[in-house]
């Protein structure tokens, strides 16, 4: 026995082992013979004891005994417990003992080296550690207390194995921890050499939950969400003191995959690359919380990074390309419900722990709609300044809504969703400066915007009750305080609209206006119809139904009235002029009947104005008629009618018959409607043409002499009417 002590101590290195007993066993020609030892205690400075061996299988070299040297060169340790503690400075403590035991202590941690320094070279002939190729711990149960973390990890079955070969020492290990209703398998291999600058470590794993490890450490606090199975792969390169000089990981699960390679410089900087695919992008969100801050994304992304990191986890540089596939996306307080996607992909940059971020190559598949978008993004002090860049396709007006941000240009976003809703957005670009407070980056300031449409087929409603102009097509142009559209063709139930222009004004207000000019032909019934609806009605009171009108007509409409829903006539500012052929009326104005007539219009609130050659029940005549609209006493409308009359055409126009007068007279006639009821006529004219006989007076005046006529009638509000004076000279 006190060979076989003095054959596995290390008195050089102040280690002693004392065994309580040995039995020799025969293990084949390949060995001279086996020794079981029980009960064997490695022994430190001053007799302390640093383990404690319950059983114990020595094999020896036949080799080392022709030399005259009792060395083992195989061990076989089985039963231990074995408990590693690390305390608030770091440190750690270590011991292997029998079961009943759970003493560690610090010395034995000093010890380690001494025997791996053996194991890692060439066996040495002359030396009783020289023949040492093999040793063989299993059955172990392991415990492992972190001071710092609180937390405590153990292993009930683990096994490890130590070889020399050619390259120096090779480690094997395989484990399995426990957390309770469920365990890791974890496998390593790691190789050791003096005279390799690096230790080159794998391991592997199987059956790990994330949320078990974070629970535990305190540094991977994030990961206690992710619930999920991980498989997967760690090979480590790390110096003899220590030191990682790179990582490289290839781990799978339900929730994605990720592999890359990490290493470490000098200054102890990172560079990394790293390739994520099929990762749940809510997994994602539960790693970063200030990722999820800024949205809820449901989608699986594949993500390609490198950068460099530095020793404080703070990035100095990331380049990052993500691709994703069908999902949702969800922006509280600023899109109104969730955002479904058919893909979407970008590349980043970004700079010096994040004070400078820029996307290019942004695009997003909405499964017909399609954005294009690139991103500035700059810290300063406590704020973000922010560019976005965007261009959309393909957006159907029905879904706009979904997508324009509930704050951003509150006026025009509601008057376009609620008012156009049929049509397309072929080509829309917005350009965007932000400034995001740093610790509440979804309540943006916006700094300004502008922006640029191309737009068809759209149905447009100005008001309520009004038809809407449809398949309007043009473009538009928008700012942090206007919304203008221009309008290149459209129509207005059979009106055809050549050309409109709509702003919408002061959006950065309570105050929003909006004014619309269009450019219009077709149908007077039409036209007459449309200005006499709600809430205009402007020619309801001039007397003229609509369905009795004919006629082709080319106009010009403005409308200016607040940007809002319940609009009046008196919010609402009008102007407009037309000229209008072959218009016909029957009946007209004051019961004429209009025919043939050509004529010119102006409209406003307050007033009507018309003029041109009209026929007026047969009678050719010039025009000139003003229609009042404010109410009153004062005079409503008025006629300015002139041409050449007989005493036909008198009659028919429904003035007094005058039987004296005979010819042609050149006529002006004024007739005038006042607000009470009444109406005047006034009538003067050359009577050069004209044949004037009063025979009781014994009076005659022949045609080609020179005369004129005046007569003044007032006709009252129940149709009596009399002459107020009558004028010949």
Do not use: C
Not at 196 to 217: C, H, M, Q, T
Request: charged share 25%; net charge negative.
């Amino acid at each position: 026995t006190q060979y076989i002590e003095r054959a596995v101590s290390l008195e050089e290195s102040g280690v002693e082992v004392k065994i309580e007993e040995t039995a020799l066993v025969w293990a084949g020609w390949d060995n001279a013979f086996d020794i079981r030892v029980n009960n064997a205690t490695v022994l430190g400075s001053g007799g302390k004891v640093l383990a404690s061996l319950p059983e114990v299988s020595v094999g020896f070299s036949i080799s080392a005994l022709f030399r005259g040297l009792i060395a083992p060169n195989r061990l076989e340790v089985q039963g231990l417990s074995a408990t590693v503690e690390r305390g608030g400075d770091g440190k750690f403590v270590l011991g292997f003992f029998a079961r009943s035991d759970s003493v560690a202590d610090k010395e034995f941690v000093n010890r380690i080296p001494a025997y791996i320094s053996l194991l890692s070279k060439p066996g040495d002939p002359s030396s009783v550690f020289g023949y040492l190729d093999s040793v063989q711990i299993s059955d172990v149960d392991i415990r492992y207390l972190d001071g710092p973390n609180g937390g405590e990890w153990h292993s009930p079955d683990s096994d490890i194995e130590l070889l020399r070969g050619d390259e120096g020492m090779e480690a094997i290990a395989s484990m399995a921890l426990d957390f309770g209703d469920r365990s890791t398998q974890l496998r390593a291999h790691a190789v050791f050499a003096p005279e390799r600058p690096v230790v080159d470590i794998g391991i592997e794993f199987d059956k790990l939950f994330p949320s078990d490890f974070a629970e535990r450490i305190a540094q991977l606090r994030q990961f206690e969400k992710i619930n999920l199975p991980l498989s997967g792969q760690i090979r480590v390169l790390a110096q003899h003191s220590g030191t990682v000089n790179s990582v490289a990981f290839d781990v799978k699960g339900a929730g994605g995959s990720v592999a890359g390679n990490v290493i470490v410089d000098a200054n102890q900087d990172y560079d990394m690359t790293m390739n994520i695919a099929g990762l749940r992008a809510t997994t994602l969100a539960d790693l970063l919380p200030q990722v999820s801050a800024m949205g809820q994304l449901d989608t699986l992304l594949d993500v390609r990074a490198s950068g460099r990191i530095g020793p404080d986890g703070q990035v100095r540089r990331l380049d990052v390309e993500t691709r994703a596939g069908a999902g949702t996306f969800r922006l509280e307080k600023v899109l109104p419900e969730s955002i479904e996607f058919e893909g979407f992909a970008f590349k980043a940059k970004i700079r010096n722990g994040f004070d400078g971020i820029s996307i290019k190559s942004g695009s997003v598949d909405f499964g017909g709609p399609e954005l294009a978008f690139e991103i500035s993004a700059n810290r300063i002090g406590d704020k973000i300044r922010a560019r976005i860049d965007a261009d959309l396709r393909n957006m159907e007006m029905a879904g706009l809504s979904r997508y324009w941000p509930v704050n951003l240009g509150t006026s025009a976003r509601r008057w376009t969703t609620q008012n156009i809703r049929t049509g397309k957005v072929d080509e829309g670009k917005l350009g965007l400066v932000l400034e995001l407070p740093v610790d509440d980056p979804l309540n943006p300031q916006i700094q300004s915007i502008t922006g640029t449409l191309e737009y068809s087929g759209l149905d447009v409603r100005y008001f309520e009750a009004f038809p809407k102009v449809t398949g309007v097509v043009g473009t538009a142009t928008f700012s942090g305080d206007r919304f203008d559209l221009d309008i290149l063709r459209g129509n207005l139930q059979n009106i055809a609209l050549d050309h409109g222009v709509v702003h919408m004004t002061q959006l950065d207000t309570d105050r929003e206006q909006i004014a619309i000019d269009l450019v219009v032909r077709g149908p007077l019934v039409t036209a007459i119809e449309l200005v006499n609806r709600k809430p205009l009605g402007l020619v309801g009171e001039v007397g003229i139904n609509p369905a009795a009108v004919g006629g082709e007509m080319a106009a010009r409409l403005g409308l200016r009235f607040p940007l809002r829903d319940d609009v009046q006539l008196s919010d609402v500012r009008v102007s407009g002029a037309a000229n209008m052929r072959g218009v016909r009326m029957k009946p007209g104005p004051s019961g004429f009947v209009v025919e043939n007539s050509d004529l010119e219009l102006k409209l406003s609130n307050s007033t009507l104005k018309v003029a041109g050659q009209v026929q007026l029940n047969g009678v050719p005549l010039s025009l000139d008629w003003h229609e009042i609209f404010a109410s009153g006493q004062g005079f409503r409308s008025r006629y300015i009618l002139s041409g050449d009359l007989d005493v036909d055409a008198l009659e028919r126009l429904g003035l007094p018959k005058l039987p004296f007068i005979g010819g042609v007279s050149e006529t002006n006639l004024i007739l005038t409607r006042f607000g009470d009821g009444r109406s005047e006529v006034l009538v003067s004219g050359d009577l050069s043409r004209a044949v004037i006989a009063i025979p009781h007076f014994g009076w005659l005046k022949p045609a080609g002499r020179p005369g004129n006529f005046r007569i003044g009638v007032m006709v009252a509000a129940d149709g009596a009417y009399q002459v107020d004076n009558l004028t010949v000279t």
